[in-house]
């Protein structure tokens, strides 16, 4: 059989994407490998398609046990063998893996990287025909990276205990420093190195400045985003179950995810959230590379992350199935400070350094009004020539700005004049003039600052404040004390002007937005139809409802209708495997 039958019969596609037939070609030929591609690019394809034209079984190196399952299923049920072994299995199950392998009878099997290190595991392998190693995640390999892994770190030991198997290392993300570790600690000899685009053109990102807590900001969002797919991070454990619990209040179908959590909430909510009977999961990065679902719709961050690395990974679990999707950012300065925090508890390493520099990328990043597609694209050592309005700050008009300077004044002298020793939501409350009884039993409403700043709401002065910060006006110190800086006493004395956003002015709710499809003229009635037979199919053999059809595939088979197998086997990931397992049953509805 050739690669574009196998391509076709076991995956469903008639071409293969773009990169993949070179990754494909030179697996074949027994190369080693780097793939840098996206989230959702088709990096697995690479390495499970040629090991089916190959003698000999397939070791995938993967960082968690979620992610290995998930891909162990969906190969599965394209009808090719694969297994993991892990710490989820028990001795008798094992040992029938391994009587597996013995015979032949497995192409892929997946591990953790701490399985390398067993010295039985290794002597097992040494007396399997082995025809190439999969790196999956291989970032985790870098010192440089943004989720370095010790026992990442310890892989080298591949091409010293089987100097003649190839490695194939893959990755969504990695800076031009980052894949030259990833190939110097793997040992990669020569290899062929495919870098695809940054550029997801399914995929519309936005960063807002985050306006009090976000939570009107998130309820705009989700309006366009009514019934699908979708996980929202916090940075912390308790704002992912209060933020939950906010959702759940307003009729919003949501759980909390954390690593807090006892193991069988966890699992349930994973299970539930992949098999489309929760919509969303409000999570901390826990909740991370383990996800193997399609059909996610939307990525929602309210609060910064600590590197692009982790941003770019993050919304690339949107749109995996190529569909649109969209992706909200919700900041403010308060988290560039609590981020710093987090470094500064670091050891003195180069590492730390390397942590605040990391940091700084993704602040520019989130305030940047140029195409922040663009913008991920340089720090990753890319370029994109065009963003085609899938971006915030592409699509809008050119942003107004407001000279705040006056206003900035007032909030800096409020700051001196209340001694700089309180947070900055007090130092608000007095210059609205606030009859709250700590102003007044301080005696702060006798300053000449008191009430002078009531042309603004306490929301648009949180703003102001915010920008301070951005500007390095001001410092937050103990007990989020606010203090000027030497560059805050020049604005103050009116040695430098001060300009806002003008949207960051206007307080005001999120505007639904303009939903787009690649299927335009879906039916839709039939296509829900065809989501409730494909639930039930799952249901019954125990999968996610994304291993039966992708949401993609049903959208395609509710446009053209299929009458016969002949017509089925030309829709989008339906190949001989899949029509043989689940095609009757949708031929037979849409014949209905």
Known sequence: MNKLQTLEDYFGHKRFRPLQEAVVDAILAKEDVLMILPTGGGKSLCYQLPTLLMEGVTVVVSPLLALMHDQVMALRANGISAAMLSSMQDLEESRQIEAQLRAGEIKLLYVAPERLTNGYFLNMLHQLPLNFFVIDEAHCVSEWGHEFRENYRRLSLLKEAFPKVPIAAFTATATKAVEEDIVSNLGLHQPKRVRGSLFRENLTIHARHRINDGREQLLGFLK????????????????????????????????????????????????????????????????????????????VHMTMPKTLENYYQEIGRAGRDGLEAETLLLFSAQDIVQQKMFIEDLPETPYKQHAFNKLDAMVRFANSEGCRHQSIAAYFDDRIDVCVDKCDNCSAPQSEKVDITEAARMLLSAMVRTGQQFGLHYVIDVVRGSKEQRVLQNGHDRLSVYGIGTKYS????????????????????????YRLTEFGVEILKGMHTVELKKERLSIQKAAPKRKVNYFDDYDVEVYDKLRELR????????????????????????????????????????????????????LELLND
């Open 224 to 299: 366009s985003h009514e019934g699908e797919s979708g996980i929202i991070y916090t940075l912390s454990r308790k704002s992912t179950e209060t933020v939950a619990h906010f959702l759940q209040n307003k009729g919003i179908e949501a759980r909390a995810y954390h690593a807090g959590l006892p193991t069988e909430e966890k699992n349930a909510t994973y299970r539930d959230f992949v098999a489309d009977r929760v919509q969303i999961v409000v999570a901390t990065i826990a909740f991370g590379m383990g996800i193997d679902k399609s059909n996610i719709r939307f990525v």
């Open 458 to 481: 306490k929301a648009q002065w949180l703003s102001i404040g915010d920008k301070l910060l951005e500007l390095g006006a001001v410092a937050i110190g103990e007990f989020k004390v």
């Open 535 to 586: 639930s039930t199919i799952a249901s019954e053999n125990g999968i996610p409802p994304y291993i039966v059809f992708s949401d993609k595939t049903l959208k395609d088979l509710s446009a053209k209708k299929p009458a016969n197998k002949e017509e089925m086997l030309e829709v989008h990931g339906i190949g001989e495997v899949k029509y043989d397992r689940y095609g009757e049953a949708f």
